[in-house]
C-alpha cells in the first residue's frame, strides 16, 4: 500500500506498479517505463532481466586434493556447487528450489571432500546475534524457521543430511566430527549423522570461534565473559578445561601452529577505564600473544604502537592472524596508513620491528594461507590498469619477504581467493563490469607465475541477461569543501536526452567501497544492478565512495568527527551532487539522492538538510535520529563520570536527519523490511510520522518479516522497482521540477 503525508498524490499503479495490502509489489508483463518517461529510446531489458543474474556468495576448498565448494543464489533460490581438479566441471550438490529467504552460509569442504557442511537459515549479517533471537521469516511460514546444519554429499544422489540445530560448524581435521555453536555453547556430532548432537562440554562463558588442533584431538575456543574473554583449550571430557594466559584483556581469533604446540592470538584491552571523549579518535592498541598448548603460559610476540594507525584494523578479517612457515605469524596491520600484511618471527625479540610484505598505497582486504604455510594469497584494490584503485586483484606473497606477485590483472575483479588443499590451484570469485560474480580457477606454476584464469558456471547466466547493454562504469574524483578528495564511479549511457536527471548513489555500512564492477557483496551487487538500469534507461548515476569507507587509507576510512560526531562525510556526498551540476549533460533541477542503510542515513540527511539540491529521495532502513542509538552509551558513562556527554548528544542530535526537518521538502521513498535487525523499524516509523506533521510528501513500501539485507529476491525486486517508478515519476519529461 503507498501512503502519502499529503493525500495529494495517486497511487504508483499508473506506472504499471502496484502494492498489495501486504506490500508485496506486483511488476506489470511491460515492466518498461511509459513513452513520457526520461529517454523512453534507451535499454529495452527490464529490471527483473537485470536481476536474474546468479551471485556467487561464499567460495571453500578441501583441505586435501583439488575439490571446491561454493554457494549460488539465483532469483532468491540458493544452492551449492562443486567441483574436482584438473578439469573442474561444475555440479550442483543441492536441489533447493524456492525463493524462500533461507540463507546457505558457513560452508566447508570435509578433509576427504565427501562432504560440504553448512547452515542453512539465519540472518548472519545482523548486529543482533542468531542464537539469541527467533530466525527471521520473510516468506511468512506458518512453521518457524530454523537455524541448521546440514551435510551434502559431493557425489551426489543423496539428499543433504539434517545433522543439527546450530551454527558455525567446523569438520575435524580426521573427518569424523563436527563441532558448532548453539546457544552460546560448543556442540558436537558426527559427520555421518550416525548420533544426535549433544554440548561439547561446559563454559561459564559465552563459547564460540572453535577451533580444531591439526591433528584433529583437540578444541581451542573464546570463552566471552562480558568485560573480558579467555582461550581456553578442550581435550577430553575427563582433562579440565585450558585457558591460555588468562588476563582481564579481551582474547581472541586462536589460531594453531602447524604441529599443534601452540596457539597464536589477539588481545584486546578488557572492558572499562575512564570514558574517553566521544567526539574525538583514540587509539585502540592490540597484541599478539602465543600460548604453549600444553600448559597454558603464554608470552607476547608484538605489542602495536599506542597510536591511531596502530589501532586494531577494522577491514575485512580484521588481524587476519595466521601461521607461516619458520615459526613466523603473519598479520595485517594499518601500522604505515594502509591495511597491510606483516610478518614476525614468534620467538624473535619482543621489540622487534614486524616486516612489511605487502608495500604500496593500497588495500589488502581477503586473506588465505598456502597449505604448507609459505606463501599468502590476497586480493587488493591495486594493479597496473588504470582504476584499479576501485576494483579487486589477486596476488601472492612469501611470508618471510616482501615479493609479492600479481595473479589476475586487468580490468576485471577478483576476491575471496581459497588455495586447494593439493596447493596446485587458487580458487577465487571473479566479476567484471558486465558479468555478475562467478566462481573461477587458475592453476599456481613455480613461484608467482601462472595461467589464465578459467571461469566457471558460466551456463548459470540466464539467456536474456543484458550483458551487452550496461555501461562502463567511469572513475572520477572530486573534492569536497575541506579539501578531501573523493572517488566514486559515473555511469551514463551516450545520447538519449540532452539533459538527463542525475542520481547520487551512497552505499551502506559504511565501511564499505562501491566498484567498477559486480560487487562481493550480495547487497551492492544490487545496487550496482540498479544502478545500471538507471543509467541505461536515461539517468546519469554517480556512486560516491565518501569518507568512512575502505580502500583509501586509514585516515579516509577513520575521518574526524564523521557520523553521529559532526557527519563530516556528507561534504562529500554534497560535492558529488555539485559534480553533477556542472556536468553538461545533466539536468541540474533534477538531481536525486538513493541508498541503504548508512546510505539511508545520508539520503535523509541530504534531502533534510538540501531540498534545494535532491529533488527526490529513496531511502532504504536509514539511520534517522543517532539520539536513539547512542542514548544507551550515553546513560552508562552519566552515572559517574559525565564526560562530554552534554556536547555529544547535542553534535549527535545535529548530525541526525530528524534535527532538519523544518528545511526538509522533497518528496522521499521509504522502503523497509519490519524484522530489520540492523536498524530497527522504529526509525523509519519515527520518520513517516515527523514527516507527515511537517507536510512533507512521501511513499512508503513496507516488508512484513524482512530483514536488513532483503532474504527473497522478491522483495528486492519489489524494493528495485519501487525505487525505478518512483524517480520516473518524478524526473519524468512531462513532470518539470
Known sequence: MIVDATNRRTCLAMRALCWSAAATLCIGASARLDAQGPARAAASFTLEQLLSYPFTGELAAAPRGSRIAWTVNLRGVR??????????????ITSYTADDGQELTNMSVSSGGQFVVYVRGGDHDANWDAEGNLQPDPNHSPAQPALQIFAAPTAGGAA?????????????????????????????????????????????????????????????????????????????????????????????????????????????????????????????????????????SGHRVWQSPATLLGSFPTTAGEANLSWGAGDRLVFLADLDGWPHLYSIAERGASNATPLLLTPGQFMVEHVTTSPDHQWIVYNANTGTTAGDVDRRHLFRVPVDRAAPVALTPGDGLEWSPVVTGDGRSVAFISASSSRPPLPAVMPLVGEGSSTAPRVLALSLIPADFPAAALVVPKPVTFRAADGTVVHGQLFEQAGGAARKPGIIFVHGGPPRQMLLGWHYMDYYSNGYAVNQYLATHGYVVLSVNYRLGIGYGHDFHHPAHAGPWGASEYQDVQAGAAYLQRAGDVDARRIGIWGGSYGGFLTALALARNSNVFKAGVDLHGVHNWIADYGGLANEQLQYEKGDITRALDVAWKSSPVASISTWK??????????DRNVHFHETVDLARRLAKAGVPFEELVLPDEIHGFLRHASWLAADSATVAFFDQQFGAHRAP
Open 666 to 675: 522533497s518528496p522521499v521513498l521509504l522502503i523497509q523490511g519490519d524484522d
Open 79 to 92: 544452492n551449492i556447487w562443486t567441483a574436482d581438479g584438473p578439469g573442474y566441471e561444475p555440479r550442483q
Open 160 to 296: 543433504p543430511r539434517l545433522l543439527a540445530e546450530g551454527d558455525a560448524p567446523v569438520i575435524s581435521p580426521r573427518g569424523d566430527r563436527v563441532a558448532f555453536t548453539k546457544n552460546h555453547q560448543i556442540w558436537i556430532v558426527p559427520l555421518d549423522g550416525s548420533s544426535p548432537a549433544k554440548r561439547m562440554f561446559f563454559d561459564r562463558g559465552e563459547s564460540g570461534s572453535p577451533v580444531w588442533s591439526p591433528s584433529g584431538d583437540r578444541l581451542a575456543f573464546v570463552s566471552r565473559r562480558g568485560d573480558h574473554s579467555f582461550i581456553g583449550i578442550f581435550s577430553a571430557d575427563s582433562t579440565p578445561t585450558r585457558y591460555l594466559a588468562p588476563s582481564t584483556s579481551h582474547d581472541d581469533a586462536p589460531v594453531w601452529s602447524p604441529d599443534g604446540t601452540r596457539i597464536a592470538f589477539i588481545r584486546l584491552p578488557g572492558s572499562g577505564g575512564a570514558p574517553e571523549s566521544l567526539l574525538g579518535l583514540h587509539p585502540l592498541p592490540w597484541s599478539i600473544w602465543v600460548a604453549d598448548a600444553a600448559t597454558g
